[in-house]
C-alpha cells in the first residue's frame, strides 16, 4: 500500500496562474482533508471531505476550491494564484470521523 | 471553534533526557492525536488518545478530557526523536481535526 501519496512535490507559480494538487489514497479511507503549514501557525484546514462528491470548508477555504467525483481522490485547485498561498500543503485521510488520520508528503508550493 | 495550545514552543535537551509535552484545549473533544513532523517534512501518527493513557516503546500519551490536556511524554530521548510535535483535536460538534501550533524539540548528542 502506497498510503495517501500527493502530487507534485513541488511546484513554482507566478501571480494569478492556475494549478491543481492531487491527493490519492488507497486504503478505501471516507474522510479526506487538505490542510496547509506556515511558519510558526502550525497545520490549518483549508477544505475536507466526507466521502465521495461531499466537501466542506475549513478554517482557511478562501481562494481554494476542492472536489471529491472519486472516493481515492481529493483535489485542491488554486484559480489565481497569490503569493500569500506560499506554503506547504498537506493531504490527509482517515477511515471514519474520530479515527487515526494518515499523511501525504506534503507538496512545497511557492507563488512569486 | 475549539483553541488548542502546546507548551513549551522549543525544547532543547541532550540525549538521554526525559521530557513532557503538554496540549490544552478549550472545549470538550471526541478525538486527540498526536504527530510528530520530522526534520524531512513527513507527519507520523503518534498516539490516538481522546481519553486514558497508552504506551508505545519510549513513548507515552495521556489525555485528561475532563480536565482538557493530553501529554506527550518522550522518554530515554535520541536524536531521532528532534522534529515538531504537533497536538490536534477534534471538538464534539466537529468533522476535522484542529492543530496545535507544534512544540520544537532539539536532541543533540
Known amino acids: 500500500n502506497a498510503g495517501v501519496t500527493q502530487t507534485p512535490k513541488f511546484r513554482v507559480l507566478k501571480t494569478g496562474q492556475s494549478m491543481t494538487l492531487l491527493c490519492a489514497q488507497d486504503?478505501?479511507?471516507?474522510?479526506m482533508y487538505w490542510y496547509r503549514q506556515d511558519p510558526g501557525m502550525g497545520l490549518r484546514l483549508i477544505h475536507y471531505s466526507v466521502g465521495e462528491g461531499t466537501t466542506a470548508k475549513g478554517e482557511v477555504p478562501d481562494g481554494y476550491n476542492v472536489s471529491r467525483l472519486k472516493k481515492q481522490n481529493f483535489l485542491l485547485g488554486l484559480e489565481s494564484a497569490a503569493p500569500s498561498q506560499t506554503s506547504v500543503y498537506f493531504c490527509a485521510s482517515s477511515w471514519w470521523a474520530g479515527r487515526p488520520l494518515h499523511f501525504g508528503n506534503g507538496t512545497r508550493l511557492t507563488v512569486t | 471553534g475549539i483553541q488548542v495550545e502546546q507548551s513549551p514552543p522549543d525544547l532543547i535537551l541532550q540525549e538521554g533526557a526525559n521530557s513532557t509535552l503538554r496540549c490544552n484545549f478549550s472545549d470538550s473533544v471526541n478525538n486527540l492525536q498526536w504527530f510528530h513532523q520530522n526534520p524531512w517534512g513527513q507527519l507520523i501518527n503518534l498516539f490516538y488518545i481522546p481519553s486514558g493513557t497508552k504506551q508505545n516503546g519510549r513513548l507515552s500519551a495521556t489525555t485528561v478530557a475532563t480536565e482538557r490536556y493530553s501529554l506527550l511524554y518522550i522518554s530515554s530521548s535520541q536524536t531521532t526523536d528532534s522534529g515538531v510535535y504537533f497536538c490536534a483535536v477534534e471538538g464534539q460538534a466537529g468533522t476535522a481535526l484542529i492543530f496545535g501550533k507544534g512544540t520544537t524539540l532539539s536532541v543533540s548528542s
Open positions: 486504503m478505501n479511507h471516507e474522510y
